[in-house]
């Protein structure tokens, strides 16, 4: 049976320290074994164009996507990943991934794993010029990428909002348009070449998609809610926010988003 419709699925943070836009390891091991335990199988991003283009897709299929590149996502959805023979998107923020440093230690490896915040401690380390104890390095990335359990693509360069910074709107075209060639540029030397674009904080208005698809990005992915089909606009497409939740809310979601006429329905009258 073909795929109707895709469910993308959104995280942040995999850590077992509380906060906002996370779930704890244990939680993300459940839910990761649900799917394998129900048959779904984890698409990469060349899957999704395909479905897009009108390519067929198993009904059971999925797009796991991460947000900003945080380190908890080698360190604990990374093993996890690998012991399911699962896949995964990260949509890095490229001007925050660490250049310098070897791969640190997963919780596949054993022994002392990191140190991974909470969202507001690692926002603060981050603005503190710390990124580096919070964020991915190059090391990492490439590390995944060889294990097959993530694809990188971009989150742009700086993860700033254009439209709140800059008044002009030359200028602010301008200002995305550098900003989404640096991103390109770093996943180009770390070998990729994306058409995929994840948009900071889900903001984007015409001006942002003209820029973004002049740079050659014709993938963008939003906060919105939404059942993706073959006949989605592909300059808007919907994500499901995946919370520290297991059981019937996780399986609940996966089947309704899922089912276009069932599906869409959901989103209109509720969609959490």
């Known amino acids: 049976m073909a795929a109707q419709a895709l469910p993308v699925l959104m995280y942040h943070h995999v850590t077992p320290n509380d906060g906002l836009v996370t779930v704890s390891p244990e939680t993300f091991r459940r839910q990761m074994a649900w799917l394998a335990g129900h048959g779904y199988r984890s698409i990469g991003c060349r899957d999704l164009e395909g479905f897009f283009n009108g390519a067929t897709l198993p009904d059971k299929s999925v797009l796991i996507t991460f947000d900003d590149g945080y380190l908890d996502n080698y360190v604990y959805a990374h093993p996890v990943l690998q012991a399911f023979g699962l896949q995964a998107t990260i949509f890095l923020i490229t001007g925050r991934i660490?250049?310098?440093g070897q791969p640190r230690r997963h919780a596949g490896t054993g022994g002392d794993l990191p140190?991974?915040?909470?969202?507001r401690e690692t926002k603060r380390l981050i603005d503190a010029g710390r990124a580096d104890d919070v964020m991915l390095r190059w090391s990492e990335v490439e590390f995944m990428q060889t294990a097959g359990t993530f694809e990188f693509h971009s989150h742009t360069h700086t993860h700033t909002r254009w439209d709140?910074?800059?008044?002009?709107?030359?200028a602010r075209r301008a200002a995305l348009?550098?900003?989404?060639?640096?991103?390109?540029s770093a996943l180009a030397a770390h070998g990729g070449d994306s058409a995929h674009l994840c948009w900071p904080q889900g903001y984007y208005d015409d001006d942002y998609q003209t820029v973004a698809k002049a740079a050659g990005f014709h993938y963008l992915y939003t906060v919105k809610k939404g059942i993706n089909t073959p006949a989605t606009p592909t300059d808007e497409i919907g994500r499901v926010v995946i919370k520290d939740r297991v059981g019937g809310w996780f399986g609940s979601r996966l089947f309704?988003?899922?089912q276009p006429w069932l599906g869409g329905l959901y989103v209109r009258l509720r969609g959490d």
């Not at 140190?115 to 969202?119: D, E, F, R, S, T």
């Open 115 to 119: 140190a991974c915040p909470n969202h």
């Open 98 to 100: 660490g250049e310098q």
């Open 256 to 258: 309704l988003y899922r």
């Open 164 to 170: 709140q910074t800059v008044a002009d709107p030359a």
């Open 177 to 184: 348009a550098g900003d989404l060639a640096a991103s390109r």
